[in-house]
């Protein structure tokens, strides 16, 4: 049994229920307070089990997910274990823990939590604050690859880097996807700042793989490389993609690696070029990790591992006829990138789009990138207490799309009906020719994956961060 199926007993049930309850009353992961005092202090009691293992350690404003789990595929491809720690989840918080590509099943959930709960009481009575969620399940992540035991693990960052909780480990490998504007509450308002706060996780002696940067982003990090004695590799210079076409269910992709390798006709079954330059990012990094001619990573291991890729959330298709398509960007730079990869992928006449989104978020600039692709938007609310109420999100999508093409409903449910039957109206064009895409944050691709492809939501699983 896996963490995305529901327990069949029920006291097992119920004692996952009330970790769950447990762990989100904490303070939520978007709501952080500058420290690594109280992670430190729990992964001492621990035993530092994030030194159990090598770590390669993620940060960017979009793609580190997707990037992450390439990564992992990669390393797994190899014959290594792996612990992957992603966030946020899009269904079930045992999905961002993940032992050999499988998350904690609920029993090693709850011993994984059940190890750890007194030390975690520990240190709540002896910091002003009490550990936050994400605190806790970072400390939960770090203990059970500790426990596999697993030979790498793949750490994601929650937000930012410096501050965030799981730059208590040092990453041999720290990969920055690209840095834009996005949680500026905690990271700054310029791009110089939020590279700062990203730059954080590279570590002295490390091996630092650049995605494509902003100039500004760039100094930034080059200058924190130079400062600490890693080692960089930038895409585009030492490793990119050199060729890109579509195919059916996704893209063709020839890689150079940091050998100057070239990696040809890796079949990735994901769209956008934005997925292209993570698979760039997450082979370098691979590369980087057991050194470039170590005589394991061959054409066919990296071709096998990209062949089978998924990313749930990103620019995905949970139906047909008509086709509908949940995508997870929360910012106006994910938005552009998934935008294009939409176009690029498929010929709509006719794109419906389904907005729920974040108080906190660029609601302007997210309307702004939407405005020119979809011929109609539905606002609506997802499931976090964060999300944006309709009627506002309206007032801020009219002026932008006008009010003939600005429909409002109050659940997400009522708006996916909604969109799917203006799509089913315009297909009389021919089959195919309409879509739907379900956007503005993690929380709504995975609320729209749970109404439209019977993923499964755990109880208590409402707060994320994105």
């Known amino acids: ?11 097992l049930a119920r004692r996952l229920r009330e970790v769950e309850r447990e762990i989100f009353s904490r303070r939520p992961e978007h709501t952080i307070e500058p420290s690594l005092d109280r992670i430190s202090a729990l992964a001492t009691l621990l035993g530092d089990p994030q030194r159990a293992c090598p770590v390669i350690h993620l940060t960017g404003t979009n793609g580190k997910t997707s990037a992450a789990r390439m990564v992992e595929a990669l390393l797994r491809a190899r014959g290594l274990r792996t ?35 007194p030390y975690v009481a520990l240190v709540d009575g002896r910091q002003p604050l009490r550990l ?43 990969v ?32 630092a793989v650049l995605g494509r940067q902003s100039v500004a982003a760039a100094e930034v990090l080059l200058r924190r490389a130079a400062e600490v004695g890693a080692t960089v590799a930038r895409e585009g210079l030492e490793f990119g993609v050199t060729a890109r076409e579509l195919a059916v269910g996704g893209q063709v992709l020839a890689l150079r690696g ?3 390798t070239v990696y040809h006709d890796l079949l990735l079954p994901l769209f956008g070029e934005h997925q292209a330059a993570n698979a760039a990012c997450a082979l370098a990094a691979v590369e980087a990790f057991g050194g470039a001619a170590d005589g394991n990573l061959s054409e066919e291991l990296v071709r096998e591992a990209f062949a089978g890729m998924s990313s749930p959330g990103r620019l995905e298709v949970v139906r047909r006829s008509p086709v509908v398509i949940v995508d997870s960007a929360h910012n106006p730079a994910g938005m552009a990138a998934s935008l294009a990869g939409l176009t690029e992928a498929f010929s709509f006449h006719s794109l419906i789009a389904i907005l729920a989104i974040s108080e906190d978020k660029d ?31 309206a007032e801020l999508a009219v002026p932008v799309f006008g009010q003939d093409r600005v429909r409002v409903a109050a659940r997400l449910d009522d708006a996916i009906e909604i969109a799917v039957g203006r799509a089913d109206e315009a297909d009389a064009a021919g089959p195919g020719s309409a879509g739907v895409l379900v956007t503005g944050s993690v929380v709504t691709a995975g609320n729209a994956r749970t109404l439209l492809a019977g993923g499964h939501r755990e109880p208590g699983d409402g707060a994320e961060p994105a």
């Open 83 to 117: 612990g992957l720690f992603t966030s946020p989840h899009l269904s079930n918080v045992a999905e961002r823990i993940r032992v050999d590509g499988e998350p904690l099943a609920p029993e090693a959930f709850l011993a994984t939590y059940d190890d750890v709960a």
């Open 1 to 11: 049994m896996t963490g995305g199926a529901p327990p069949h007993d029920p006291a």
């Open 258 to 260: 940091l050998g100057g």
């Open 176 to 207: 920055v996807t690209p840095v834009a504007i996005d949680h500026t509450r905690y990271l700054g308002s310029t791009i110089e700042q939020i590279a700062g706060e990203k730059a954080g996780i590279i570590k002295p002696d490390a091996v």
């Open 132 to 174: 936050s969620f994400f605190e806790v399940l970072t400390a939960m992540a770090f203990a059970a690859f500790a426990d596999a035991p697993v030979d790498v693990a793949v750490i994601e960052v929650g937000l930012g880097g410096t501050w965030d909780a799981t730059n208590i480990a040092d990453g041999a490998v720290a």
């Open 363 to 393: 609601v302007d600039g997210i309307l702004g990138e939407l405005e020119p692709v979809a011929d109609e938007l539905v606002v609506t609310q997802n499931s976090s207490d964060r999300s944006m109420d309709p009627g506002k999100l």
